[in-house]
């Protein structure tokens, strides 16, 4: 969707549709080009994070990183703890702060989708290209999320052009990927997961 604000508020705003579709609760708002001087962490993050530490899980995702203070301040929740933290690289002032990021963590996640928001949909391969290099230069791990196989949530086969990118991805040496909508609410789960591992073992057969 693209909008146009017609009137705002403290509580409300009007806004201009240029596009047909559903709008539906609990998404994501991108302003193309405006960084707000939002909180990295709100109570509602505080909360989850110690939830993580009391259930023992491995991980949790930092979304919407700006810059290493923000790293740092998850971070420091979670010290002395075995909960690690996969930092999430999908907006343009983490790309710019990239270098500090990088040495704030060992694994990174580059969310596509929005990424793809921040900096314009035409330019997701070169910095999803850019963060995996500088990523593995410094010796972390660097996974890719969104839409690797999406055209699976229906069929059991996938694009061509979906397998190329995926192929592509595991030549240039990522981590691992994330795989979304696929898994989560597919019809076909497991032919995503085989699919994935078939195009993996080619792409490793490869002189």
């Avoid at 009137?7 to 047909?20: C, G, H, K, P, V």
């Avoid at 040495?103 to 989708?113: H, N, T, Y």
């Avoid at 990523?135 to 694009?159: C, D, E, I, W």
């Amino acid at each position: 969707f693209k909008f146009r604000v017609e009137y705002s508020s403290a509580s409300r705003a009007i806004l201009y549709s240029f596009s047909e579709g559903l709008l539906i609760s609990n998404k994501g708002v991108h302003l193309t080009g405006k960084h707000l001087p939002l909180p990295f962490l709100f109570d509602r993050d505080r909360a989850l994070i110690a939830q993580a530490i009391e259930h023992r899980l491995d991980y949790i995702g930092l979304s919407f990183v700006r810059n290493r203070a923000d790293v740092e301040e998850a971070l420091a929740l979670v010290k002395g703890t075995d909960l690690s933290a996969i930092v999430k690289v999908e907006t343009a002032p983490a790309v710019e702060n990239l270098d500090s990021i990088l040495a704030s963590a060992d694994e990174f996640l580059v969310d596509r989708g929005d990424l793809s928001c921040d900096v314009g949909i035409e330019n997701v391969d070169h910095f999803q290209k850019y963060i995996l290099r500088k990523g593995k230069r410094a010796g972390k791990k660097v996974y890719f999320a969104t839409q690797f196989l999406h055209s699976m949530l229906h069929n059991n086969v996938p694009l061509i052009a979906e397998v190329c990118g995926l192929s592509d991805a595991i030549a240039e040496g990522v981590d691992g990927i994330q795989l979304s909508e696929e898994t989560a609410i597919g019809k076909h789960p497991i032919e995503v997961l085989k699919t994935v591992q078939r195009v993996r073992a080619s792409v490793q057969a490869q002189p």
